[in-house]
């Protein structure tokens, strides 16, 4: 079971440039999100996808956008990444009809933008 | 918004050791989830707890969520060096989100 697959791993940018971040599940899942993770300050939420065809921002948004193409993929934009924007970045995604199984996340984008 | 804390930010222990991380909020939350997460790799959960009160054991961890369904504790019993790990709380809102707690490392040295 593939689960959530996100690419690239690894990524270094300069300051300015644009770049996707891809996930796809193969879980059937309605619900699907973005998270970044900063050291001391656990997973705070771009923006999510609570079914095909809807996306809504989170805590963190600014700088950032996000399309869900089908069911099984969500992806994140950076039109002119900034160094702030270095992180590692989580998908995750969720059955959708609540909370009791929680989110399945991928491995994670590790950013680096100079 | 809704805020986690959880302490200690970070612990280190011997192997056999019992370890207690807590997780607090002044808000109320629908559920409670503990996640583990290890180097490289997202974080994976462990429990969700959606009654105020409710204890869940999962073999040498024990989950508790408070009355009031603002905090939450996770003790583990024991401790190996395979629970070394960053374990985070996350707490359930609206639209299925979660909010999560900035973590508690934990070492559990041999």
């Known amino acids: 079971n593939a689960g959530v697959t996100q690419t690239p791993k690894f990524q270094v940018l300069k300051t300015g440039q644009s770049m996707t971040l891809q996930c796809a599940q193969d879980m059937n899942h309605n619900s699907m999100y973005w998270y970044r993770q900063d050291p001391g300050m656990g997973l705070r939420l771009i923006y999510y996808s609570a079914s095909e065809g809807t996306t809504d921002k989170g805590e963190v948004p600014n700088g950032y956008n996000v399309s869900r193409l089908n069911k099984r993929e969500f992806s994140l934009r950076l039109e002119s990444a900034a160094p702030s924007q270095t992180s590692v970045y989580f998908c995750?995604?969720?059955?959708?009809?609540?909370?009791?199984?929680?989110?399945?996340f991928g491995s994670g984008t590790r950013l680096t933008v100079v | 918004t809704q805020l986690l804390e959880q302490s200690p930010q970070f612990l280190s222990i011997q192997e056999g050791e019992n370890l207690t991380v807590y997780c607090n909020s002044s808000?109320?939350?629908?559920?409670l989830q503990w996640y583990r997460q290890e180097p490289g790799e997202g974080p994976v959960l462990l429990v969700t707890?959606?009654?105020?009160?409710e204890v869940k054991k999962l073999k040498r961890l024990t989950f508790q969520f408070g009355d009031a369904r603002k905090d939450s504790s996770l003790h583990i019993t024991a401790a190996q060096p395979g629970d070394t790990g960053l374990y985070l709380c996350a707490g359930g809102a609206a639209g299925n989100k979660l909010t999560f707690g900035g973590g508690t490392r934990v070492l559990v040295k041999p």
């Open positions: 995750a995604s969720n059955h959708g009809t609540g909370l009791r199984y929680g989110y399945t």
């Open positions: 808000s109320v939350f629908s559920s």
């Open positions: 707890v959606v009654t105020g009160g």
